[in-house]
């Protein structure tokens, strides 16, 4: 083929041959494009191809007019691709786009004649197949033109011109945005003429713009990187010189605030962003429609597509593609980055899990993931850029507490930890793509925890202890730090409604610099004071800042696990050491007073409150060196409470054992001495004798013999227990004094009953050996017990009768039966009534007639029988009746009657009377005390105030007597105290 007309006769052969093979329909490649005017599309690519950078599409009523300034001119060879099938030049050209010559049929969609003039030649096509020569059109130049009347029959003219107007207005950005060579689009329709124009700032940078009428209408920027085909050999059938192809993808920029147009001397990153496109585009130099990348940026590649053009073809060849695709969306990042636009915002344009992506388009989600944790691309809470691997995430509040050294030390992490960006909003495609980076989360439950196992103040070493490092590192920090500090722990603890073991964790700062539980720690409430013993919370930290709701969150935090104002009980703990502490400044008297009755009435409101006095020098004592003592080293005596122990700590030689009797001062203090003795001893002042015995073991006991001989092989559950007195009672004992006893009595009868025995066991199964203790035996043994005579002897001589004021005696105290008490006196009882028994069988009644015979039998007998002779005269002598004579029987009936007249009569009245219930049980009672104290040896009844016998008796012999209860207006009924003889 070597002209034109040459061409045109093999096409009239070719039509004929069709003609007369009727099954061939050469209209279907009408229905290859549905598209609305799809042929702009085809004719733009055609421009590209011959490396026009300027087009123009004019377009009147009959016809559209497109003309390109392309470089290479139509030869014949591209007659013959365009008039043929499957015979495009483009398969050996590398730097040509599609495979297939059938783009151009696209226009007989409108068309049935299409005309071209170039440079060399100029044709009409006729029948789609048939160029016919046309003579040339002066004034082209180097131009090539097409012509395009609207001609078909199966769409009128109107609707023609509609679609391709329709299709002019809709060329978008993206339109210019993947050509190399192509420009500047112009049209003009109706007197109105439009452009798309292609700008480039930088390789990577470039705007397109749209105009009307020479107006700017539209404007957008991208930022677009290419790469050229790579990796041949991955594609089964290359056409030839495909490496000369390119991949590209581009994002879509965004001005920044109020800015409109862009500034070439400015950095862009001061005047543009990456925004997410609405929808990514995937093209093939011009956008396929139909294809759905899932994506939030375009790409282009240089794709089989379909035979329409409107989406990818699914087929292995274009596998090799995506992954270049993935690899340059990679290598984009650094760009980016070097740039300064990658934001966080950037972040959101990002393919993230959550995307619907088609498989295909999966990996290029991977290869940026990949990227992104490997390399230092992820932007950073401090600004700065890092690999996803070295991230930590966290609420933004934790991020500003936390520094990048604060983080690797909570962490303990060695690899420069750091923070990621913070998202604007959760679930939102930020937050998302930082998501799928699996950057590992480090959050206020994180921190929670560390103070939890670093901090926290617990018996239980498993738990862990305070660590060292972590006072140090919190020290460091500030006041404003401190606050932020228990905003987020507060912040995560309301979220959680719990506290969790915080009030255990050692990081309440105080005014001091030093940390506390909360619940040792007191928020300030007056001025400072250096010497205020209570932990206070440095106020600073709650006011420090402009922060409100900070500052807030704060303190409702340091509430919640237990800081709190000072209460009574607080206020009276700082009273107590900061005026009666080791270092506190003796008080003048009239505030001591204050203080003690402000002492006493907070006491007896909280009885169990005893603790909080224990190291305070509360007491005035009467001491050789001090002023001022604890309750531990004093005890209460005569003149605010007669106790006896003076006699006890006076005999004791070593100062350093004794304590110390309260001052007499207080006497003379208006104070009720009965109360303020109450509150003495219920902060620990000795009001008994503490120190009476001591617990020891039964080596010493007089019957460890007996108690050695317990069952038992294995001492399973050994006990070996004994009491014994100690020596400074027994030697204040030994000086026999009334008083000293007087204490070890009282002691005695408060004693626990433990203290009686010995107890000696192996094994619970065998059981025990019980002996009498050492404190018992010696007290038994020992002459202390006082007679009202000034003796002192041993329990068993002693009598009740004879025990002098303040020995109660009750005979259900276990401890005086065991010291043997009053077994003389109860032997002699005995003894006495065996006498009477032997005296009543002589028959005589009483000790006194018995006697009386003895003596009697004594005298000789002439005068025994006078005396009998002198009885029984007595004896038969009636007693005369005396007898007074009446001297006027008339005069005495006339009184006695005038009297029995005037006497008035009998009158009876109702009167209440007070009954007390229980007397008669009391008398009955304390008639059985007297007679047991005033009974002596001879079995007579002594009366109290004569000191004889008892002069009356009953029928049955019993001595008659009435117990008087001498305190009438008594709230009680003492047994002995109340009765008299």
Request: proline letters at 5%; a negative charge.
């Amino acid at each position: 083929m070597n002209s034109l007309e040459e061409l045109a006769a093999q096409r009239r052969e070719f039509l004929a041959a069709l003609a007369k093979n009727k099954g061939i329909n050469l209209d279907i490649f009408d229905d290859f494009y549905p598209d609305e005017a799809h042929f702009i599309y085809e004719l733009l690519q055609n421009a590209e191809d011959t490396g026009a950078t300027e087009v123009m599409f004019e377009l009147s009523d009959s016809k559209c007019v497109f003309e390109h300034n392309g470089e290479r001119q139509f030869n014949l060879g591209d007659i013959d691709a365009i008039t043929g099938i499957n015979n495009s030049t483009k398969k050996d050209d590398p730097e040509r786009i599609g495979k297939f010559g059938v783009g151009f049929k696209s226009v007989y969609a409108y068309t049935s004649n299409p005309t071209v003039y170039s440079s060399e030649y100029s044709f009409q096509i006729e029948r789609r197949f048939l160029p016919v020569p046309v003579p040339g059109r002066e004034g082209l130049g180097k131009l090539t033109r097409f012509e395009f009347p609207f001609n078909n029959s199966k769409k009128n003219k109107g609707a023609a011109y509609a679609e391709v107007k329709a299709g002019l207005q809709q060329l978008s950005e993206t339109t210019l945005l993947f050509l190399r060579n192509l420009q500047y689009i112009r049209w003009r329709f109706e007197d109105v003429e439009g452009a798309v124009l292609r700008h480039e700032y930088s390789p990577s940078h470039i705007e397109v713009l749209k105009q009307v009428d020479g107006r700017d209408v539209q404007s957008s920027q991208w930022l677009r990187f290419a790469a050229a085909v790579s990796d041949v050999h991955q594609f089964s059938e290359p056409i030839v010189g495909i490496e000369k192809q390119a991949v590209a993808i581009a994002f879509e920029l965004a001005f920044r605030g109020e800015q409109k147009s862009f500034d070439s001397k400015k950095p862009i990153a001061d005047q543009l962003r990456i925004i997410p496109s609405e929808r990514g585009m995937v093209s093939v130099f011009f956008p396929a429609d139909k294809e759905v990348s899932g994506l939030r940026y375009h790409l282009h590649a240089p794709f089989i597509p379909e035979l329409s053009r409107a989406s990818i073809k699914n087929t292995p060849e274009n596998t090799p593609l995506f992954e270049q695709l993935a690899s340059l969306s990679a290598r984009a990042l650094h760009v980016i980055k070097d740039l300064g636009l990658l934001s966080g915002d950037f972040l959101a344009v990002l393919p993230n899990n959550d995307d619907p992506l088609p498989e295909r388009y999966k990996v290029i989600r991977t290869a940026v993931v990949a990227e992104m944790k490997a390399q230092a691309l992820v932007p950073t809470f401090a600004g700065g850029y890092a690999s996803a691997s070295r991230l930590c995430q966290a609420r933004a509040t934790l991020k500003a507490l936390l520094s990048d050294e604060d983080l690797a030390f909570v962490t303990g992490r060695g690899d420069q930890p750091t923070w990621a960006i913070t998202a604007p909003q959760r679930s939102q495609a930020q937050d998302k793509f930082l998501a799928s980076l699996g950057i590992a989360s480090w959050d206020a439950e994180d921190l929670k925890d560390f103070f939890e196992a670093r901090a926290r103040v617990t018996p239980y070493s498993w738990l862990g202890a305070v660590d060292p490092l972590v006072l140090k590192w919190m020290t460091a920090k500030s006041l404003e730090w401190h606050q932020a500090l228990y905003a987020v722990l507060g912040k995560y603890c309301d979220d959680e409604d719990d506290t969790f073991d915080l009030h255990e964790t050692q990081i309440v700062r105080t005014v001091d610099g030093s940390y506390h539980l909360a619940k040792d720690a007191f928020f300030q409430t007056g001025v400072p004071n250096k010497k205020d013993p209570l932990p206070r919370v440095d106020e600073e930290i709650l006011t420090v800042g402009t922060k409100k709701g900070q500052q807030s969150d704060a303190r409702k935090f340091l509430v919640s696990v237990g800081v709190k104002e000072p209460g009574e009980i607080e206020e009276i703990t700082l009273l107590l050491k900061s005026r009666y502490g080791p270092e506190g400044d003796a008080p003048s008297d009239k505030v001591y007073l204050a203080d003690l009755k402000r002492l006493m009435a907070f006491a007896e409101r909280n009885p169990h409150s005893r603790s909080l006095f224990e190291s305070a020098f509360l007491f005035r004592i009467d001491a050789p060196e001090f002023e001022w003592g604890t309750a531990e080293a004093t005890y209460v005596d005569a003149p605010i409470q007669s106790t006896g122990l003076r006699v006890f700590y006076e005999s004791i030689k070593d100062e350093g054992e004794r304590r110390w009797p309260l001052s007499v001062w207080y006497k003379d203090q208006g104070l009720s001495l009965d109360k303020f003795a109450e509150f003495a001893v219920s902060l620990g002042v000795e009001q008994y004798l503490r120190g009476l015995w001591v617990k020891t073991d039964c080596s010493k006991n007089k019957k460890y013999g007996y108690l050695l001989q317990v069952g038992g092989e294995r001492a399973t559950s050994p006990v070996d227990q004994d009491y014994a007195m100690t020596k400074r009672t027994g030697d204040m004992l030994s000086l026999k004094t009334v008083e000293g006893s007087r204490l070890v009595w009282a002691a005695m009868n408060r004693a626990p009953p433990q203290v009686l025995k010995a107890r000696y066991q192996k094994n619970e199964r065998h059981g025990s050996h019980y002996a009498d203790s050492r404190l018992i035996c010696w007290l038994r043994d020992f002459a202390w017990v006082p007679q009202r005579d000034g003796t002192f002897v041993t329990p068993r001589q002693a009598t009740t009768a004879q025990l002098p004021e303040g020995f109660p005696y009750d005979r259900s105290y276990r401890w005086l039966e065991l010291v043997e008490f009053g077994l003389d006196e109860r032997a002699r009882r005995t003894e006495s009534t065996e006498r009477a028994t032997k005296r009543a069988e002589l028959g005589f009644d009483t000790e006194e007639s018995l006697q009386l015979a003895l003596e009697f039998s004594k005298l000789p007998k002439d005068e025994q029988r006078k005396a009998l002779d002198r009885a029984r005269e007595t004896a038969d002598a009636q007693a005369e009746l005396p007898e007074r004579p009446v001297r006027n029987p008339d005069l005495r009936a006339e009184r006695v009657g005038e009297q029995a007249r005037l006497t008035p009569a009998k009158e009876a009245e109702v009167r209440k009377r007070s009954v007390q219930p229980g007397v008669d049980a009391a008398k009955t009672e304390s008639k059985q005390y007297l007679e047991d104290q005033y009974r002596n040896n001879q079995g007579e009844l002594i009366c109290q105030v004569c000191r004889k016998p008892m002069p009356f008796k009953l029928s049955s012999g019993a001595f008659y007597f009435e117990a008087v209860e001498i305190v009438a207006d008594a709230t009680k009924r003492y047994r002995e105290a109340e009765p008299v003889i």
